[in-house]
């Protein structure tokens, strides 16, 4: 008998932390690897947030809390999003989670039964597919192109419902493109939703705070959709809190619910002294992370300016969070040293194996053309990277 449940056999494993596991283990043998697989901002935790984590330790903060998080953080968190996106939650209507990864299966599994089908449009981040397989929904991919800058049109999401939709699940900014929808372009998207019943929308907004382009607009800002719309954030990206694992929504009061009553069943509350950290960040205005914002619109500048050198690349502009997603496809057929380059997966390993710098492919994200390139490092690891990229490239004939 098969020891492994089909669950687990049907479900791929991340690439963008295989890539990164694959990087440590060629630098643990010697390897000068430069990694700009991963999402990670290179900031350390602002102090304020770090003193408010220490005074959680103080304060005793070490007994089991609420399911949905403590209170004065959802409070926080209803402040937060008034503040930030004009939307109107109660603290019933907010859950905090173990990153914002859990909101996001939390709300997939009280939503969608088996053979439901859920839109993502494509790009997308790996783990919306994946988790999308492990309720037994159906994904169904809206591709886009770089030259609509990886953008889906209301007509395109009319063109793929029928009477088994669901869900959609987008983010804006996007991962892995950084593309950042107006509001011109959401309303119209939201129209489509309004007109469809029992169709909802997982907003996913973690970039929100890393905008080049203005200030974010949420999904859930239209009021034909407000009741439709699950906003999902959280305070990795824009407060370089990766490690905290703190993630929440606001939702329809039932989905709020539906998403407690799941997680009460396999974590409880996520972490005391996170979350006391969290409402820290969450209370402070954006102002306080604003040197982010612009140390990354510097690089993003920087990095567009180099990949413009390189023969072959298609690249476009992105509006927000720290990635380029650029169209390598007319490397494909090319050769060096008798190994041909199929696909973009192969040209990832290539540039991993000969110029010693991680990517990730673009097929782990539902496009085949592309790479993505996280610049959430230093400008001088950036150049670096890139002087190594260019070289590398050139070798294929």
């Known amino acids: 008998m098969e020891i492994l449940s089909e669950r687990v056999k049907k479900l791929a494993e991340s690439a963008t932390i295989a890539m990164a596991q694959k990087s440590r283990e060629l630098i643990s043998k010697g390897k000068d690897i430069i990694s700009l697989s991963l999402g990670e901002p290179d900031f350390n935790v602002p102090d304020f947030i770090k003193k408010a984590a220490k005074q959680g330790i103080d304060d005793n903060y070490s007994k089991y809390m609420p399911v949905p998080g403590y209170l004065d953080l959802r409070e926080a968190i209803c402040h937060k999003f008034k503040r930030d996106n004009n939307l109107e939650y109660t603290p019933e209507q907010i859950v905090v989670s173990t990153g914002a990864k859990q909101s996001l299966i939390n709300v997939i599994l009280a939503l969608v039964n088996p053979g439901d089908e859920v839109i993502i449009p494509a790009p997308y981040w790996v783990t919306y597919f994946e988790q999308v397989k492990m309720a037994g929904g159906i994904p169904v991919v809206i591709k886009t192109s770089i030259e609509d800058d990886f953008k889906i049109t209301a007509e395109q999401l009319k063109n793929h419902l029928t009477n088994k939709s669901k869900?959609?699940?987008f983010s804006n900014p996007c991962n892995p493109t950084g593309s950042s929808y107006t509001?011109?372009?959401?309303?119209?998207i939201a129209n489509v939703v309004?007109?469809?019943p029992n169709f909802y929308v997982i907003s996913d907004e973690i970039y929100e705070h890393i905008n080049f382009s203005g200030k974010n607009v949420s999904f859930a800002h239209f009021q034909n959709v407000y009741d439709r719309t699950i906003t999902v954030n959280g305070v990795s990206k824009a407060f370089a809190m990766t490690g905290y694992?703190?993630?929440?929504i606001g939702a329809p009061l039932k989905i709020a619910k539906a998403c407690a009553k799941l997680q009460g069943q396999y974590t409880s509350g996520t972490c005391s002294i996170g979350q006391r950290a969290t409402l820290a960040a969450v209370s402070a205005n954006p102002s306080e992370?604003?040197?982010?914002?612009?140390?990354?619109?510097k690089r993003r500048q920087l990095?567009?300016?180099?990949?413009?050198?390189i023969p072959g690349l298609k690249i476009n502009m992105p509006e927000g969070a720290f990635?380029?997603?650029?169209?390598?496809?007319?490397f494909f057929g090319k050769s060096y040293k008798g190994k041909t380059i199929k696909n973009a997966t192969d040209l990832s390993l290539f540039i991993l194996d000969e110029g010693l710098v991680a990517l990730v492919t673009g097929e782990a994200f539902g496009d085949g053309n592309c790479l993505r390139l996280s610049y959430a490092t230093s400008e001088e690891v950036l150049k670096e990277a890139l002087k190594r990229i260019k070289n590398t490239l050139a070798k294929l004939s």
């Open 167 to 169: 869900l959609m699940i």
């Open 183 to 188: 509001k011109d372009e959401l309303k119209t």
């Open 323 to 330: 990635y380029f997603f650029f169209d390598v496809s007319s």
């Open 194 to 196: 309004a007109q469809t």
């Open 245 to 248: 694992r703190v993630g929440y």
């Open 303 to 309: 990095v567009y300016d180099l990949l413009k050198e």
């Open 289 to 297: 992370i604003q040197f982010m914002v612009d140390a990354f619109a």
